[in-house]
């Protein structure tokens, strides 16, 4: 599998909420941190990560937008989009809905994603749920 088909299937994993798909596309100690702060270290902890941004935005997909491949390193440009109906941090759920981008950097290393890097408009979002 190329590394741009195991970027997209962390995507399709994210869309579909399949996170037991984790276990096959992830090092065991995967390096996660993302774009609100939150870093995990192992599928276990990415998954509980994962259940908390679901939590709060059950329905958040993925666009992706635009991807970049070079040896080992995959970078991808994001667009997100779902609804606010659970608590994130201190923002109690609003019914608001949300659109916001974000830019992921992917490692690679034996056919299993080890590090992942998340940057996304934390500002446009917590000005989304903010109301």
């Given at each position: 599998?190329t590394n741009?088909?195991l970027?997209?299937k962390?995507?399709?994993?994210?869309n579909?909420?399949?996170?037991?798909?984790?276990?096959i596309?992830?090092?065991?100690?995967?390096?996660?941190h993302?774009?609100?702060?939150?870093?995990t270290?192992g599928?276990?902890?990415?998954?509980?990560?994962?259940?908390t941004?679901l939590?709060?935005?059950?329905?958040?997909?993925?666009?992706?937008?635009?991807?970049?491949?070079?040896?080992?390193?995959?970078a991808v440009?994001?667009?997100?989009?779902g609804?606010?109906k659970?608590?994130l941090?201190e923002?109690?759920?609003?019914?608001?809905?949300?659109?916001?981008?974000?830019?992921?950097?992917?490692t690679?290393?034996?056919?299993?994603?080890?590090?992942?890097?998340?940057?996304?408009?934390?500002?446009?979002?917590y000005?989304?749920i903010?109301?």
């Amino acid at each position: 599998m190329t590394n741009k088909a195991l970027v997209a299937k962390y995507y399709e994993m994210w869309n579909s909420q399949k996170f037991d798909v984790a276990n096959i596309i992830f090092s065991d100690d995967i390096h996660f941190h993302g774009s609100i702060g939150i870093e995990t270290v192992g599928i276990e902890q990415f998954k509980g990560y994962a259940n908390t941004i679901l939590g709060a935005f059950p329905n958040l997909y993925h666009a992706v937008e635009i991807v970049v491949a070079e040896d080992s390193l995959v970078a991808v440009y994001v667009t997100y989009s779902g609804t606010h109906k659970g608590k994130l941090f201190e923002y109690e759920p609003t019914n608001n809905r949300i659109n916001y981008s974000g830019a992921s950097f992917f490692t690679i290393k034996d056919g299993k994603i080890t590090d992942i890097k998340v940057l996304g408009d934390r500002y446009s979002l917590y000005s989304q749920i903010n109301s």
